[in-house]
C-alpha cells in the first residue's frame, strides 16, 4: 500500500516551459489536492477534485490546470513556468468529508515535488 | 486577512518542556479542528483532530478548542527532539460549498534540543 505517491520529485524549469505534476493514489479516495508550500505561507490550496472527472478551484489556481480522468490519479499542469511557481508542490487525497468512521478532514499527504522555475 | 492565523516562530524547547501552540480564525463556519506535523522535507500527516469545541488528549499531547474565542491550541507535555517538526493547524466547515476543504495556518517550526 503506497498511499500518496508523486512524480517527479525534483525538478527545475526554465521561465516559459510547461510540465505536468503526476498525483497517484491506491486508497480508493474520492477527493484529491494539489497544495503549494511557500516559506512562511503555509499550504495553500491550487486546484481540488471531489471525484473522477471534475475539478474545481482553489485560493491559489491561476497559471496551474488540473484532470481527473481517472478516479487514482490527478495531474497538475504548468503551461507557461513563472519564477514566481518556484515552491514545494504536495498532492493529497482524503475519503468524502462526512464519511462515518473517519477522521473528519484528515487528508493524506504524498512526499511532495520540489519545483525550480529560473 | 488570512481565514486562519498561526505565529510561525520559530520554537526553541529544551527536552521536557511543556509547548504551547496556538491557531486563532475568523469563519464561524469552522466545526472541524485539525493539527498535522510536518517533518523536514515531508508532507504533513495528521496528529490531532476534534469536533466543535472541547479537548482532546492522546498521549503527550492535547488539542483545544475554544469556538466562543475562535482559538485553538496544541500542548506537548515532555516534549522530545523527535517532535522537533512543524506543526499546522487546519480546518474545516461541516457543511456548504467548502466542505472538504481545509484551511491551514502558516505553520509553527518547532526544534526540541537535547
Known amino acids: 500500500n503506497a498511499g500518496v505517491t508523486q512524480t517527479p520529485k525534483f525538478r527545475v524549469l526554465k521561465t516559459g516551459q510547461s510540465m505536468t505534476l503526476l498525483c497517484a493514489q491506491d486508497?480508493?479516495?474520492?477527493?484529491m489536492y494539489w497544495y503549494r508550500q511557500d516559506p512562511g505561507m503555509g499550504l495553500r490550496l491550487i486546484h481540488y477534485s471531489v471525484g473522477e472527472g471534475t475539478t474545481a478551484k482553489g485560493e491559489v489556481p491561476d497559471g496551474y490546470n488540473v484532470s481527473r480522468l481517472k478516479k487514482q490519479n490527478f495531474l497538475l499542469g504548468l503551461e507557461s513556468a513563472a519564477p514566481s511557481q518556484t515552491s514545494v508542490y504536495f498532492c493529497?487525497?482524503?475519503?468524502?468529508?462526512?464519511?462515518?468512521?473517519?477522521?473528519?478532514?484528515?487528508?493524506?499527504f504524498g512526499p511532495g515535488t520540489r519545483l525550480t522555475v529560473l | 486577512q488570512k481565514e486562519v492565523e498561526q505565529d510561525p516562530g520559530p520554537l526553541s524547547v529544551p527536552e521536557g518542556a511543556i509547548v504551547s501552540l496556538n491557531c486563532t480564525y475568523s469563519?464561524?463556519?469552522?466545526?472541524?479542528f485539525m493539527w498535522y506535523r510536518q517533518y523536514s522535507r515531508k508532507g504533513p500527516e495528521l496528529l490531532m483532530y476534534t469536533y466543535s469545541s472541547g479537548n482532546k488528549e492522546d498521549g503527550r499531547f492535547t488539542a483545544q478548542v475554544d469556538k466562543s474565542s475562535k482559538y485553538i491550541s496544541l500542548f506537548i507535555r515532555d516534549s522530545q527532539p523527535s517532535d522537533s517538526a512543524t506543526y499546522l493547524c487546519?480546518?474545516?466547515?461541516?457543511?456548504?460549498?467548502?466542505?472538504?476543504?481545509?484551511?491551514f495556518g502558516r505553520g509553527t517550526q518547532l526544534t526540541v534540543w537535547p
Open positions: 487546519a480546518m474545516s466547515p461541516d457543511r456548504g460549498s467548502t466542505l472538504g476543504r481545509l484551511y
Open positions: 493529497a487525497s482524503s475519503y468524502p468529508p462526512l464519511t462515518s468512521g473517519r477522521a473528519k478532514g484528515e487528508q493524506f
Open positions: 486508497m480508493n479516495h474520492e477527493y
Open positions: 469563519n464561524s463556519a469552522f466545526q472541524y
